[in-house]
């Protein structure tokens, strides 16, 4: 007896490098088998994603459900059709599967109450044998919560997300299957930006030495366009009454983009950059003069 305990709390071989279908195909078939004593054989393992309309109306409507919680909250279930429903009930009262399908009847407490050791068996053995896996994010914290009342009542109980869904097939008896169901939302991927720096500094690098064009604006005047077309080399006209604390610097389009005053620097003509005022530059009356030659 002390040598078959051993055994039993032993790591089987078959659980290392578990695929996930591997993983769920024995979690289900050693749940039967721990819980109840039903010997069953995992036939068939379906993974889809599915929102919670689309799982409503691919359950029948006498498939019993459970709750699966997560830190307390509701967060997905575990079904089980009629047919493996009424093989853990049969297994749990006269010892054995019996040979032919059952009739088709409504859920009750006293399945709930019958099935509760198996569903939570379950989920207990998902957790252990699916870690490690890709489902242990999709399993990581699952347990059993109470009964739902039925499919229609779904969209109601969870949100409308997409659900990571397994669909178990078990071959419980000769010419006889049952389905478990279990459905979870999708894991979340945190995506994380990774910035390289030595990249960053290199796209500043090249924007700050990309040329600009900047336009130093001393002052605005009108000209008649009759004047304009008499002007010719030599002439001249006054900017009388701009100031020097008036320069506006203007990008592309005329938008400024900054404010400065005239000066000097090393004996040339220079722009000192100053904070932005409301100070207007204003339209100066047209004057013309000629330059006088020497």
């Known amino acids: 007896m002390i040598k078959q305990m051993l055994r039993d709390k032993a790591e089987p071989p078959d659980r290392v490098y578990l695929t996930p279908v591997r993983a769920l195909r024995l979690a289900a078939e050693r749940a039967a088998e721990r819980s109840i004593g039903m010997s069953a054989v995992v036939a068939d393992v379906e993974q889809t994603a599915m929102t919670i309309d689309q799982l409503a109306g691919a359950l029948a409507d006498d498939t019993l459900l459970v709750q699966c919680v997560r830190g307390g909250e509701a967060v997905g279930f575990v079904g089980l059709d009629l047919q493996m429903r009424a093989a853990v009930v049969e297994t749990r009262t006269s010892g054995q599967v019996m040979p032919k399908d059952a009739p088709s009847r409504e859920v009750t407490r006293a399945d709930h109450a019958l099935n509760a050791v198996f569903v939570q068996q379950l989920l207990t053995e998902l957790l252990e044998y699916c870690e490690g896996t890709e489902l242990a994010d999709w399993i990581i914290g699952a347990a ?8 229609r009542t779904l969209a109601m109980e969870f949100d409308d997300i997409r659900y990571s869904v397994v669909r178990l097939t078990l071959s419980l ?16 991927v945190a995506v994380v930006a990774e910035v390289n720096s030595d990249w960053q500094e290199m796209l500043e690098a090249q924007v700050m030495a990309s040329a600009a064009s900047i336009n130093v604006v001393l002052s605005r005047i009108s000209v008649p366009i009759t004047q304009i077309a008499r002007l010719s080399v030599g002439d ?59």
Do not use: C, F
């Not at 919560?145 to 039925?150: F, H, K, Q, T």
């Open 144 to 151: 059993t919560g109470r009964p739902l009342a039925s499919p």
């Open 173 to 188: 008896v000769a010419g006889r299957d049952g389905i478990i169901w279990v459905a979870l939302p999708e894991p979340q």
């Open 236 to 294: 001249v006209l006054p900017l009388s009454g701009a100031g020097v604390e008036a320069v506006s610097l203007e990008g592309p389009g005329g938008r400024q983009v900054g404010q400065a005053r005239l000066g000097q620097l090393a004996g040339q003509r220079a722009i000192r950059l100053e904070a932005i005022t409301q100070r207007e530059m204003t339209e100066m009356p047209y004057t013309q003069q000629r330059l006088q030659q020497p």
